[in-house]
């Protein structure tokens, strides 16, 4: 499989990683927070099983600096291959302890780009190192979360001559702003959203920097401060550094670019005053020179140091796209290696799509004469409603301006356009009383939302999906099923829920619910693990449709808190990102080639190839989902829904 991990840069809070773990002994030492970010530039790599621990290259980056190497999958060499200080020591290190603690064989890495440049305070090491423990999870199925992962790659690193910080390993998390927590011996991990374009620019100082001097001349003020200067360095470290982190936080989600920028000059005059004087190793002319330069003062709102500070790189956040641009030229023509990131919003989820196109077979003969999203459905406050208008109704609520219709003909249209469209007459309106006079206002507005397409050919899901494709563009979709019902447990609507988890995660997302042992063979089941304490976000490793209990029970249980296994099966809530249209697009293309024009295209097949590329989510909502698909389940749904 190929993989990719990025780099990371650290934007606030520096060294508050290591500073915050002091708490373990020092309770009055303030925890540490950081925002990090993954970048763009990192480690590309085919991984592959093997008997022994290979790594190889074809990256032209590193062909001066590369050499093969392979060692037996043997715990005391790959320690001493550690300890050694080779280039390939800390892929040593994370190796010595999968072994140690999972018993795994070995892999077989091929490293083809290395676009990330070493020694520069972005963490090439902490790359490495958890590509290679991802290699290892992935390869052996050891159903690691990513911060299991993160803290693999730690402990691994901390097997060689490194002392990395343990924010180092946010590299995991991809090219996202995550906000790192440090209380004592926890980590907490947070996405954190942008609300604007923000155009970094970093550069390689390409001078000297004494990484192991500066930690240990800072490490001396830890755990109590002695006097007057290490009492600042815990100040600078930790109150004053979670208001910086704070405020920060707050910028970037108002999208005060400016304000942001300001905000880094400051930190980094903090980080001055009250930090650089506990080391020597910390007097950074060429940073110093760089940041006051007066050639970049115009192109950029503030910048300050990266990683351990000292001469290693340099952070700006430019003023536009096209000052960052003129920065990374001119920071390149003074001799260092400069690079841009630019932090993107999440599209907040505006579309959505209901596939309403089949007969409704298992409703015959009902159907010959009503749309099965039409069937009435008795509610709390007292009216009966369409099927698709209160999945309409859910959907407004949850802030989703437009909504995609897929129909199996022109001529079904006619249904939705006498419903949303065409007002009642005279007659009826005046039965109505005033309540009712004014929610008929608010149907023809619902009907101004709808756009229609049709699925001419009946040729499974997947296809009636696809078929709205163009009205999805290149944003993300929400997709609901159209004989389903939801009802939250919360204040929020489920489809909010899914909106708002996807704004944290960037992912391809499915919701999920529990299911008992016994009904595993009628669902598609998904496992995987979870990435938070509360169970609710599940990094999918696994779908399968409709598998045998016996199977499900062995292979598909997930652990809950109180250690028993839960089967979780889709809960009819998707986020679809433009690649999965682009997959579809490619299935139909493919069978067109082949001749083949009666195979049904599968949703769950481009879910799963774009799943293995790029990752999926599952998000536990806190609802209840109503299937109306056949009489039993209409009959039930009925019943729970008016209640």
Same mark, same amino acid.
């Given at each position: 499989?190929?993989?990719?991990?990025?780099?990371?840069?650290?934007?606030?809070?520096?060294?508050?990683?290591?500073?915050?773990?002091?708490?373990?002994?020092?309770?009055?030492?303030?925890?540490?927070?950081?925002?990090?970010?993954?970048?763009?530039?990192?480690?590309?790599?085919?991984?592959?099983?093997?008997?022994?621990?290979?790594?190889?290259?074809?990256?032209?980056?590193?062909?001066?600096?590369?050499?093969?190497?392979?060692?037996?999958?043997?715990?005391?060499?790959?320690?001493?291959?550690?300890?050694?200080?080779?280039?390939?020591?800390?892929?040593?290190?994370?190796?010595?302890?999968?072994?140690?603690?999972?018993?795994?064989?070995?892999?077989?890495?091929?490293?083809?780009?290395?676009?990330?440049?070493?020694?520069?305070?972005?963490?090439?090491?902490?790359?490495?190192?958890?590509?290679?423990?991802?290699?290892?999870?992935?390869?052996?199925?050891?159903?690691?979360?990513?911060?299991?992962?993160?803290?693999?790659?730690?402990?691994?690193?901390?097997?060689?001559?490194?002392?990395?910080?343990?924010?180092?390993?946010?590299?995991?998390?991809?090219?996202?702003?995550?906000?790192?927590?440090?209380?004592?011996?926890?980590?907490?991990?947070?996405?954190?959203?942008?609300?604007?374009?923000?155009?970094?620019?970093?550069?390689?100082?390409?001078?000297?920097?004494?990484?192991?001097?500066?930690?240990?001349?800072?490490?001396?003020?830890?755990?109590?401060?002695?006097?007057?200067?290490?009492?600042?360095?815990?100040?600078?470290?930790?109150?004053?550094?979670?208001?910086?982190?704070?405020?920060?936080?707050?910028?970037?989600?108002?999208?005060?670019?400016?304000?942001?920028?300001?905000?880094?000059?400051?930190?980094?005059?903090?980080?001055? !005053?009250?930090?650089?004087?506990?080391?020597?190793?910390?007097?950074?002319?060429?940073?110093?020179?760089?940041?006051?330069? %007066?050639?970049?003062?115009? *192109?950029?709102?503030?910048?300050?140091?990266?990683?351990?500070?000292?001469?290693?790189?340099?952070?700006?956040?430019?003023?536009? !796209?096209?000052?960052?641009?003129?920065?990374?030229?001119?920071?390149?023509?003074?001799?260092?290696?400069?690079?841009?990131?630019?932090?993107?919003?999440?599209?907040?989820?505006?579309?959505?799509?209901?596939?309403?196109?089949?007969?409704?077979?298992?409703?015959? %003969?009902?159907?010959?004469?009503?749309?099965?999203?039409?069937?009435?459905? %008795?509610?709390?406050?007292?009216?009966?409603?369409?099927?698709?208008?209160?999945?309409?109704?859910?959907?407004?609520?949850?802030?989703?301006?437009?909504?995609?219709?897929?129909?199996?003909?022109?001529?079904?249209?006619?249904?939705?356009?006498?419903?949303?469209?065409?007002?009642?007459?005279?007659?009826? *309106?005046?039965?109505?009383?005033?309540?009712?006079?004014?929610?008929?206002?608010?149907?023809?507005?619902?009907?101004?939302?709808?756009?229609?397409?049709?699925?001419?050919?009946?040729?499974?899901?997947?296809?009636?999906?696809?078929?709205?494709?163009?009205?999805?563009?290149?944003?993300?979709?929400?997709?609901?099923?159209?004989?389903?019902?939801?009802?939250?447990?919360?204040?929020?609507?489920?489809?909010?829920?899914?909106?708002?988890?996807?704004?944290?995660?960037?992912?391809?997302?499915?919701?999920?619910?529990?299911?008992?042992?016994?009904?595993?063979?009628?669902?598609?089941?998904?496992?995987?693990?979870?990435?938070?304490?509360?169970?609710?976000?599940?990094?999918?490793?696994?779908?399968?449709?409709?598998?045998?209990?016996?199977?499900? !029970?062995?292979?598909?249980?997930?652990?809950?808190?109180?250690?028993?296994?839960?089967?979780?099966?889709?809960?009819?809530?998707?986020? *679809?990102?433009?690649?999965?249209?682009?997959?579809?697009?490619?299935?139909?293309?493919?069978?067109?080639?082949?001749?083949?024009?009666?195979?049904?295209?599968?949703?769950?097949?481009?879910?799963?190839?774009?799943?293995?590329?790029?990752?999926?989510?599952?998000?536990?909502?806190?609802?209840?989902?109503?299937?109306?698909?056949?009489?039993?389940?209409?009959?039930?749904?009925?019943?729970?829904?008016?209640?």
């Amino acid at each position: 499989m190929k993989l990719f991990v990025p780099g990371r840069l650290c934007l606030f809070g520096e060294h508050t990683d290591w500073a915050g773990h002091y708490r373990t002994m020092n309770a009055d030492i303030a925890p540490g927070a950081a925002i990090v970010t993954g970048i763009e530039q990192g480690i590309y790599a085919e991984v592959e099983k093997s008997s022994i621990f290979e790594l190889y290259s074809t990256a032209p980056e590193i062909d001066t600096l590369w050499q093969d190497f392979s060692c037996r999958m043997d715990e005391l060499e790959l320690k001493r291959i550690a300890k050694s200080g080779s280039f390939f020591c800390y892929c040593a290190g994370v190796a010595s302890y999968m072994l140690e603690w999972y018993k795994v064989g070995g892999v077989r890495i091929k490293i083809t780009g290395m676009t990330l440049p070493m020694k520069s305070g972005l963490s090439s090491s902490a790359a490495i190192c958890v590509l290679v423990a991802r290699a290892f999870n992935l390869l052996y199925n050891l159903n690691l979360n990513t911060l299991g992962e993160m803290n693999i790659a730690y402990v691994g690193e901390l097997r060689t001559s490194s002392r990395c910080g343990r924010l180092d390993q946010a590299c995991a998390f991809g090219v996202k702003p995550n906000l790192m927590t440090f209380d004592g011996d926890e980590i907490e991990v947070r996405s954190l959203n942008v609300k604007t374009h923000l155009y970094w620019v970093f550069a390689d100082l390409c001078a000297e920097k004494d990484t192991i001097r500066i930690l240990s001349d800072l490490n001396k003020a830890y755990p109590f401060a002695s006097n007057e200067e290490e009492q600042a360095e815990h100040d600078a470290l930790g109150r004053l550094n979670i208001e910086i982190v704070n405020r920060a936080i707050q910028y970037m989600a108002n999208g005060d670019a400016e304000a942001l920028g300001k905000l880094m000059t400051e930190a980094e005059a903090i980080f001055d !005053e009250k930090v650089a004087p506990m080391s020597p190793a910390l007097w950074s002319p060429k940073l110093h020179s760089v940041l006051q330069d %007066p050639n970049i003062q115009p *192109l950029v709102w503030g910048g300050k140091g990266v990683g351990s500070h000292g001469d290693g790189s340099v952070q700006f956040l430019a003023r536009s !796209e096209e000052t960052q641009h003129q920065l990374v030229d001119y920071l390149n023509a003074q001799g260092m290696r400069a690079y841009s990131l630019t932090l993107k919003p999440v599209h907040t989820v505006r579309k959505a799509i209901i596939p309403v196109a089949g007969f409704g077979t298992r409703l015959y %003969p009902a159907t010959r004469a009503l749309k099965k999203d039409f069937f009435p459905i %008795p509610c709390p406050d007292g009216m009966v409603r369409p099927v698709i208008l209160i999945l309409l109704e859910e959907l407004i609520r949850s802030g989703i301006e437009e909504i995609c219709l897929v129909l199996g003909s022109e001529e079904e249209r006619q249904q939705y356009a006498d419903y949303f469209e065409r007002p009642l007459s005279e007659e009826h *309106l005046r039965k109505l009383n005033p309540e009712a006079q004014e929610y008929e206002n608010h149907i023809l507005d619902v009907g101004k939302r709808l756009r229609y397409v049709y699925q001419r050919e009946k040729r499974g899901f997947g296809h009636a999906v696809y078929q709205a494709a163009q009205f999805a563009g290149n944003e993300p979709v929400l997709l609901l099923l159209g004989d389903t019902l939801y009802r939250s447990d919360s204040n929020k609507p489920c489809a909010l829920q899914m909106v708002e988890e996807y704004e944290r995660c960037n992912s391809l997302m499915v919701s999920i619910h529990p299911i008992p042992l016994a009904e595993v063979s009628r669902y598609g089941i998904l496992h995987g693990v979870w990435e938070d304490k509360a169970h609710t976000l599940l990094n999918v490793s696994v779908m399968m449709e409709k598998p045998k209990a016996s199977y499900a !029970e062995e292979f598909l249980g997930l652990r809950n808190k109180d250690g028993e296994k839960e089967y979780y099966s889709v809960f009819g809530q998707y986020i *679809l990102t433009p690649e999965v249209f682009a997959q579809l697009h490619e299935d139909i293309m493919q069978k067109e080639i082949d001749g083949d024009h009666i195979t049904e295209i599968e949703l769950t097949s481009a879910l799963e190839a774009v799943r293995k590329r790029s990752g999926m989510m599952g998000v536990r909502l806190q609802g209840r989902m109503y299937d109306m698909g056949n009489p039993q389940a209409l009959t039930a749904a009925v019943a729970a829904f008016s209640i």
